[in-house]
């Protein structure tokens, strides 16, 4: 049975694959997904943010049973290898199946939210199969870039349910109640450029790559290096021996996704055995920081030609200073929940497009008060660096909520199918479950989803063991929601 339900997960799951949705890219999927819930018999509605929301009537004479909605995302970060040809745009996710794990070739999986939404689909097919009560299903848009989905999600969809099912978890014996609220920040100028002096007679190339990078919320607190944060390290050895300027600068994939790489074009006096010296003192700095836990890191120098144009020194100058000043990693602990983060922030992304330059930064608190904090913090950081500064609106934390009913119900079932207890967790992470609750305060929530290992990254795994287990505790919810305990004994025979 397991088997079974493993392969028809994974059938849903191959479908998503093979359809590009990065995130704010997501027409073809929803226009599939529309199109394919309609094929089984749903009444759907597709909203103007691509959003679907389905409604799966009760079972005959469960009609008075409480409405549950089960919820995914169905966009998904897209990396790649450094060298791998792939466009997120427009190819397919290449699937590699083992007995133990799927994983693609050469880029993310989008596991997150794509088996979310796949066990979903594949409960919907099999829903005339027990006795549930009336059930929605909600995929949203843009989670990973700024949750716009969720934010413009109608409340009027949302109301009328007791319980909500957030599949975009990742761990399939943690059952997740509480998540923390984000704010982006993007720090912007215009740049100046100028040639060369004389003097700057060499350019070289300076590359960070092969680091962990992973979740900047659900591993920041992993002591992962940030490549732009670890560049800037380099330059400060390097300032010590002389001058230089920049040229140009890159780094970082997505605003929730640790750096992994970045590089630099720099124009300087110093002659290459220099910056040979410089690596050295680096590397050895790099190893006592880190240890053996970016065992892949790799740094490169390489000469190259001379560009035609620098940024002007004032433009160097303020940029240094920002990359220097600039919050990143583990800002403070909770202070009641052993080993969670409370508030963070990730220095993500930084590039240099014609004459424009752009830092972004994706801080995230378990505290509102917080995240306002953050875009003081970084206002006042703006001014001083004569940058200019957007953010977003903070999304909301979701808070713990401890007269859920929800949380009694599956941690009592995942104990009786699994024969031990589920962790009860709140995550340093941003869900769409903060948004759901504005517009529905009544709602009882809980998260949940299959373990998934080096999301957003090109190292994303999914453990295939642990699919079943999740269509087992979802389906027995229903069932138990609409109150038909005799019927559980028939669906869970294992």
């Not at 004569?386 to 979701?398: L, M, T």
Request: aromatic fraction near 8%; hydrophobic fraction near 40%; proline fraction near 3%.
């Amino acid at each position: 049975m397991k088997n079974e339900i493993l392969n028809g997960v994974l059938a849903e799951f191959e479908k998503l694959a093979a359809i590009p949705r990065p995130s704010k890219h997501e027409e073809k999927i929803s226009n599939f997904l529309k199109d394919y819930l309609a094929g089984m018999g749903f009444e759907v509605v597709q909203d103007s943010y691509n959003n679907l929301i389905a409604t799966i009537p009760a079972t005959v004479g469960k009609e008075n049973a409480p409405t549950t909605i089960l919820q995914a995302h169905i966009d998904m970060v897209c990396v790649a290898e450094d060298g791998y040809n792939y466009n997120p745009m427009t190819d397919a996710i290449k699937l590699i199946r083992t007995e133990d794990f799927l994983t693609a070739e050469g880029t993310s999986l989008g596991a997150d939210d794509g088996i979310g939404v796949a066990e979903i689909l594949y409960i919907a097919k099999q829903s005339d199969k027990f006795s549930h009560g009336a059930i929605k299903i909600i995929f949203t848009t843009d989670e990973e870039q700024g949750m716009s989905g969720a934010i413009n999600l109608d409340a009027k969809y949302l109301q009328g349910a007791d319980f909500l099912i957030n599949c975009d978890s990742e761990n399939w014996d943690f059952l997740t109640v509480g998540s923390a609220g984000s704010v982006r920040i993007n720090f912007t100028r215009q740049l100046n450029f100028v040639v060369p002096e004389v003097e700057l007679k060499n350019a070289f190339k300076i590359k960070i790559s092969g680091l962990k990078g992973g979740h900047s919320g659900v591993e920041i607190g992993f002591n992962r290096a940030n490549a732009i944060r670890e560049l800037k390290n380099f330059l400060n050895i390097l300032e010590e021996r002389g001058e230089f300027q920049i040229a140009k600068i890159a780094g970082g994939a997505a605003a929730n996704v640790i750096p992994s790489t970045a590089e630099i074009l720099i124009c300087t006096g110093l002659a290459e055995n220099i910056l040979s010296d410089c690596a050295e003192i680096f590397k050895a700095q790099f190893k006592q920081t880190f240890g053996d836990g970016e065992s892949d890191f790799k740094f490169e120098i390489s000469k190259v030609e001379m560009p035609e144009k620098i940024f002007c020194e004032k433009d160097c100058f303020d940029l240094l200073n920002l990359l220097e000043l600039i919050h990143t990693g583990v800002y403070a602990m909770n202070r009641d929940i052993p080993n969670l983060v409370e508030s963070s922030a990730n220095l993500a992304v930084i590039c240099t497009e014609e004459n424009n330059l752009t830092v972004n930064l994706f801080s995230r608190s378990n505290v509102y008060e917080m995240l306002k904090k953050f875009i003081k913090l970084n206002r006042t950081l703006a001014r001083l660096t004569d940058f200019e500064i957007d953010y977003s609106d903070p999304s909301p934390a979701w808070t713990f909520n401890p007269h859920s009913k929800l949380i009694k119900i599956m941690t009592e079932l995942f104990t009786q199918q699994n024969k031990f207890q589920p962790t009860v967790q709140t995550i340093h992470a941003g869900l769409e479950c903060g948004f759901f609750l504005q517009k529905n305060p009544a709602l009882d929530m809980i998260s949940i989803g299959t373990t998934n290992e080096g999301i957003h990254s090109p190292q994303e795994k999914l453990h295939l063991k642990t699919v079943a287990p999740q269509v087992y505790l979802i389906v027995g919810t229903l069932v138990t929601i609409a109150a038909a305990d005799d019927e559980l004994d028939k669906i869970f025979v294992q």
